[in-house]
């Protein structure tokens, strides 16, 4: 009897070269337009201590009460696979003492995150995102740089149909208020509401805005908003978010039932949608979180993030970046591998990007695989010579074995305009 196939587990995927050149992408251009605005790079592990979350994230959040990937080590500590970013940075901020750094301190990310959720289209139980925090700052000046960061990097990359939705939540003092408020409205209208959002009228009304169900969602839409209850610091916070964004030319939407399904959010909050994605529209998202660092043991210290999902960005990009041409590609017209082996590698020593045939084709079908490739030489090993042959005009010319990397970097090199 054979054995059974092994699979990925459920909710998670195999990058394979090819959708990897893409992702590569994304990356690079993310870091480059992080590092040229002043963040570093950080890198937190892919586990932390399960209260870290509990506290974090908050206990009556999707993500705390039914996503989290939690087991017990051998030395019996509870742990669980990190469903987010901004916690786990905010723990490091505290535990490497960078209160004591100038401020504020300008992070960035990106790596494995881990949700159990029910997988569909651009939701995965494994899944990666890209994130950026500045703490030790409530400026909105800082919500708006990166608020104008994730748009870049979005638009960058060709998504320019992302809508912005922008809000605030105010501060815990006037979002107890509002709370207060919200509660009284969703008891009258108890009996159309579903019972997830009945049973959470007390511990966490704001999510009544999230919920799928239709007669929630019909009593929602006439539900008081927090916008309407923000005090004055907190208005005029939002208003100087909004000046900038109006001054950078990003346009936004104040949606005032926009809440996120994490508890530390203070004031700004807000969230990339891409309609085009269906069902799990959320490009990328974040806000600031005033009071996070001190709620997990550390001075208190303002912060503002946001982290997008990788893969959601991927299923967003219209195009696939075009594959990387190579410059050479090394033909053994005598069938003597090894010494192709030894020319290809002296020409990827010399920083071309080179392709042999490893599966010993005659020199026909090398010539083929050379076209193919869209290479722009083919270096062709004959014995006691090299043929050198611009496949773009065809041109062949004999060359000696040890000056083919200077001849084809010569050759690829820019015109160079004479010196004066
Ligand atoms: P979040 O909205 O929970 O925020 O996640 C950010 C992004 O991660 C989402 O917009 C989405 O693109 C992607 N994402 C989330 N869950 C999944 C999933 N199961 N599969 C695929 N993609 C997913 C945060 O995580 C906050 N830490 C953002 C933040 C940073 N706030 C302040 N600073």
Same mark, same amino acid.
């Given at each position: 009897?054979?054995?059974?196939?092994?699979?990925?587990?459920?909710?998670?995927?195999?990058?394979?070269?090819?959708?990897?050149?893409?992702?590569? %992408?994304?990356?690079?251009?993310?870091?480059?337009? %992080?590092?040229?605005?002043?963040?570093?790079?950080?890198?937190?592990?892919?586990?932390?201590?399960?209260?870290?979350?509990?506290?974090?994230?908050?206990?009556?959040?999707?993500?705390?009460?039914?996503?989290?990937?939690?087991?017990?080590?051998?030395?019996?500590?509870?742990?669980?696979?990190?469903?987010?970013?901004?916690?786990?940075?905010?723990?490091?901020?505290?535990?490497?003492?960078?209160?004591? @750094?100038?401020?504020?301190?300008?992070?960035?990310?990106?790596?494995?995150?881990?949700?159990?959720?029910?997988?569909?289209?651009?939701?995965?139980?494994?899944?990666?995102?890209?994130?950026?925090?500045?703490?030790?700052?409530?400026?909105?000046?800082?919500?708006?740089?990166? /608020?104008?960061?994730?748009?870049?990097?979005?638009?960058?990359?060709?998504?320019?149909?992302?809508?912005?939705?922008?809000?605030?939540?105010?501060?815990?003092?006037?979002?107890?208020?509002?709370?207060?408020?919200?509660?009284?409205?969703?008891?009258?209208?108890?009996?159309?509401?579903?019972?997830?959002?009945?049973?959470?009228?007390?511990?966490?009304?704001?999510?009544?805005?999230?919920?799928?169900?239709?007669?929630?969602?019909?009593?929602?839409?006439?539900?008081?908003?927090?916008?309407?209850?923000?005090?004055?610091?907190?208005?005029?916070?939002?208003?100087?978010?909004?000046?900038?964004?109006?001054?950078?030319?990003?346009?936004?939407?104040?949606?005032?039932?926009?809440?996120?399904?994490?508890?530390?959010?203070?004031?700004?909050?807000?969230?990339?949608?891409?309609?085009?994605?269906?069902?799990?529209?959320?490009?990328?998202?974040?806000?600031?979180?005033?009071?996070?660092?001190?709620?997990?043991?550390?001075?208190?210290?303002?912060?503002?993030?946001?982290?997008?999902?990788?893969?959601? /960005?991927?299923?967003?990009?219209?195009?696939?970046?075009?594959?990387?041409?190579?410059?050479?590609?090394?033909?053994?017209?005598?069938?003597?591998?090894?010494?192709?082996?030894?020319?290809?590698?002296?020409?990827?020593?010399?920083?071309?990007?080179?392709?042999?045939?490893?599966?010993?084709?005659?020199?026909?079908?090398?010539?083929?695989?050379?076209?193919?490739?869209?290479?722009?030489?083919?270096?062709?090993?004959?014995?006691?010579?090299?043929?050198?042959?611009?496949?773009?005009?065809?041109?062949?010319?004999?060359?000696?074995?040890?000056?083919?990397?200077?001849?084809?970097?010569?050759? @690829?090199?820019?015109?160079?305009?004479?010196?004066?």
């Amino acid at each position: 009897m054979s054995a059974s196939r092994q699979q990925a587990p459920k909710g998670t995927f195999d990058v394979l070269p090819g959708s990897e050149r893409q992702r590569e %992408l994304v990356f690079t251009h993310g870091a480059e337009l %992080l590092e040229a605005a002043g963040y570093g790079r950080i890198e937190t592990p892919t586990f932390e201590d399960t209260t870290l979350f509990e506290r974090g994230v908050g206990e009556s959040t999707d993500i705390v009460r039914k996503e989290m990937f939690t087991f017990t080590d051998q030395g019996g500590r509870s742990l669980t696979l990190r469903p987010e970013g901004t916690a786990p940075i905010c723990r490091a901020y505290v535990e490497h003492g960078m209160h004591k @750094l100038p401020q504020p301190v300008k992070l960035w990310y990106q790596g494995p995150f881990f949700r159990y959720e029910r997988p569909q289209e651009g939701r995965f139980r494994q899944f990666n995102q890209i994130g950026a925090e500045a703490l030790g700052t409530d400026s909105p000046v800082a919500d708006a740089e990166l /608020i104008v960061l994730l748009d870049e990097l979005l638009r960058g990359l060709g998504i320019e149909d992302a809508e912005l939705r922008l809000s605030s939540l105010g501060t815990p003092e006037s979002r107890a208020a509002y709370r207060e408020e919200l509660r009284a409205y969703l008891r009258e209208h108890e009996g159309e509401l579903s019972d997830d959002v009945r049973s959470r009228i007390d511990s966490n009304p704001l999510r009544a805005f999230d919920a799928d169900h239709e007669g929630t969602r019909a009593v929602m839409a006439a539900a008081p908003t927090m916008l309407d209850s923000l005090d004055e610091p907190d208005a005029e916070h939002l208003a100087a978010v909004r000046r900038m964004l109006d001054a950078a030319g990003v346009p936004y939407r104040l949606d005032g039932t926009l809440v996120r399904g994490l508890d530390y959010y203070t004031r700004t909050v807000f969230e990339f949608t891409c309609e085009r994605l269906g069902a799990q529209s959320g490009i990328g998202g974040g806000g600031r979180y005033d009071g996070l660092v001190e709620q997990l043991g550390g001075p208190a210290t303002p912060g503002v993030g946001w982290a997008a999902g990788i893969e959601r /960005i991927l299923l967003a990009m219209r195009e696939a970046p075009p594959e990387r041409v190579p410059d050479a590609f090394v033909v053994a017209a005598d069938g003597d591998l090894e010494r192709a082996f030894g020319v290809a590698l002296g020409l990827r020593r010399a920083r071309l990007a080179t392709r042999t045939d490893l599966a010993g084709r005659a020199f026909k079908g090398q010539m083929k695989q050379a076209d193919r490739s869209g290479a722009r030489f083919a270096v062709i090993l004959e014995e006691g010579a090299v043929q050198l042959r611009d496949m773009e005009s065809g041109e062949q010319r004999s060359i000696a074995e040890d000056e083919v990397a200077a001849e084809i970097t010569a050759a @690829l090199a820019p015109q160079q305009a004479p010196a004066r």
